[in-house]
């Protein structure tokens, strides 16, 4: 009852303030912007992230700086039904965003042009994985210092297991799967053939997505958008004699070079968003709604999956997300439900906690899995309980198998003098000893788990896709697959965005709507990386499910594949 009042009031403010700079915005309005100006920098989540109240401190942002794919493509529906607007510049600087987001941002674009609207482009220096944000511009013009790193994709697969045998450390693993080869890194002393064939298979499904946007782009048959490739990479001058960039232009002439006049002293005259919306007779306005918008629960499981509670940022803990999931279901105001995983993997137990509970608030109702990075192992375990599985194109799902095992330091001990003398009853007693590897019965008690892990893996997967546990079989062992190839496989339903999967949640609850707010439960997302891998070795359990560090670690102009 006293929702309504406030409403009134708080609608009733917001008018008053729109009349009262009605006559400023009029006198501005002669001087509306043709050009609006943005910045593209960091990894521009799909929603902007929650902003605390009271901040002290803190490095200043630029006014310019997008703060989320939703912001951007709802100023670009302003900008693209005003006949004034020509069009936009986009500044880009350190962008580093996944390719799903990559996709979605140049598919806003897109859209926006498709209104007859243009995109000019500009940076300093971008990579790989900017570029074909850069170029996907009607004009791209770069600094005459500037630099384009277009060099293609690289993978480095890593094995410790000789290094580790110098210093006297020994991995003891049993896996299920010749695909599962998670445990290659911390036991062999060469990359195996199967581990180079999967790494190739990605860099072949990114190296393509690539050139076709730089043949789409640049209008390059796709022998020369590869040539391009391999001649990379660029200098300011090479960059445009290539074709790659249009001009070469100062950031303080920019203005000028779009048509616009720029008064001494002044900063370059290509006005932020806010600017132009402050020429608008009747800008948008956020009024507050008699009838809320439907909200959305999105609950993240980013990181290695471990039992216990806290682990933000590095892990996902079990007791963690059960209880963000339990915060969706009760939550009355959130009609649907969006599982984002963003996870490799970890301890079985772990995993199995999450599907449970995923399963009990999908009892109440829908809930959407979504990946557009990584859903392996406990991760994809994770993700079965949900009613669907959505997907990027380029996101790594599956590995379904399943390894455990220890590490020995026994060796390495003796060489620094420390001795120990193992005593037990019990003959698995000293089973997770690190000082000595399993005896025979101990491995057979260890391969027993692991097979008997596997088999529970394949019948909750082969139940939750109406498959049979033979056909699942064919598809696991640790197999690992790209969105696409998972959708052919039958482990995944759909390949789509992070806002198709929201509006998509909204139509299986029966609320169908393009206006949606989200609230998230549960931990930021982690980055995840071979550092925070090792550092949940202390307990072999971990291991469980666990693949292999496929972080995408962006290092200069190129993306390795650990």
């Known amino acids: 009852m006293l929702r309504l009042p406030f409403l009134l009031l708080a609608n009733l403010l917001l008018g008053l303030r729109l009349l009262l ?17 943005f910045r593209l920098a960091g990894s521009l989540p799909y929603r902007p992230r929650p902003v605390p109240r009271f901040r002290l401190g803190g490095t200043p942002v630029e006014p310019a700086t997008v703060t989320s794919l939703e912001a951007l493509g709802r100023a670009l529906k302003v900008l693209a039904a005003d006949p004034k607007v020509e069009g936009i510049l986009l500044e880009i600087e350190g ?9 979605a941002l140049r598919g806003l674009l897109s859209d926006f042009q498709a209104a007859g609207k243009r995109v000019v482009s500009w940076a300093v220096m971008v990579d790989t994985d ?3 944000v850069l170029g996907a511009a009607d004009e791209v013009l770069l600094a005459p210092m500037g630099r384009v790193e277009l060099v293609g994709y690289a993978a480095q697969a890593t094995v410790l297991g000789e290094a580790f045998g110098r210093v006297g450390i020994h991995a003891h693993f049993a896996r299920r799967g010749d695909y599962k080869t ?18 190739e298979s990605f860099l072949d499904e990114r190296y ?22 391999d001649a990379g990479p660029y200098s300011a001058k090479r960059a445009q004699e290539a074709g790659l960039v249009d001009g070469l232009v100062h950031e303080a002439d920019l203005g000028a070079h779009l ?17 132009y919306l402050a020429t608008l007779a009747f800008p948008p306005v956020k009024w507050r709604r008699l009838r809320r918008k439907p909200r ?13 509670s806290g682990g933000a940022g590095r892990f996902a803990a079990a007791d963690t997300v059960v209880k963000a999931l339990r915060r969706a279901g009760r939550d ?19 995993s199995e906690q999450i599907l449970e509970a995923v399963k009990r608030v999908a009892k109440q109702k829908p809930v959407i899995a979504y990946v557009d990075q990584v859903c392996a192992s406990g991760g994809y375990m994770a993700a079965i309980g949900a009613k669907e599985i959505w997907s990027a194109p380029h996101a790594v799902v599956g590995s379904i198998g399943v390894f455990v095992g220890k590490f020995e330091y026994g060796e390495l001990l003796e060489k620094l003098g420390i001795h120990r003398t193992t005593l037990a009853r019990g003959e698995n007693a000293a089973f997770f000893s690190s000082s000595r590897g399993f005896t025979p019965h101990e491995r057979a008690a260890l391969e027993r788990e692991v097979e008997e892990s596997y088999q529970s893996f394949l019948e909750l997967v082969a139940q939750a896709r109406g498959r049979t546990k033979e056909e699942i079989h064919q598809r696991a062992e640790g197999r690992v697959y790209s969105g696409v190839r998972a959708k052919d496989a039958g482990l995944v339903d759909r390949i789509g965005g992070f806002e198709e999967v929201c509006r998509h949640a909204l139509d299986e609850a029966r609320v169908p709507s393009d206006d949606f707010d989200i609230v998230r439960y549960g931990g930021p997302r982690a980055k995840l990386s071979l550092l925070k891998l090792l550092m949940g070795a202390a307990h072999p359990a971990t291991y469980a499910f666990c693949t292999a560090a496929w972080s995408l670690q962006r290092s200069g102009s190129s993306t390795r594949i650990e």
């Open 182 to 199: 998670a445990p290659e890194l911390f036991t062999d002393g060469r990359v195996s053939d199967i581990q180079r064939q999967t790494l």
């Open 259 to 275: 048509g616009l006049e720029a008064k001494k002293d002044e900063e370059p005259p290509v006005p932020t968003y806010d600017a």
């Open 95 to 103: 962008l580093g965003i996944p390719d799903a987001r990559r996709e």
């Open 21 to 37: 700079g009605l006559p400023f915005r009029l006198m501005a309005a002669r001087k509306r912007p043709t050009w609006i100006r």
């Open 208 to 229: 393509a997505a690539l050139v076709e946007a730089l043949s789409s782009d640049r209008g390059k048959t796709p022998e020369e958008a590869r040539a391009l490739i």
């Open 296 to 308: 959305l629960a999105v609950v993240d499981v980013a990181g290695i999956i471990i039992p216990g």
């Open 332 to 350: 009355k105001r959130a009609k649907a439900v969006v599982l984002a995983v963003a996870s490799p993997g970890g301890s079985a137990l772990a």
């Open 130 to 132: 900017a570029y074909p």
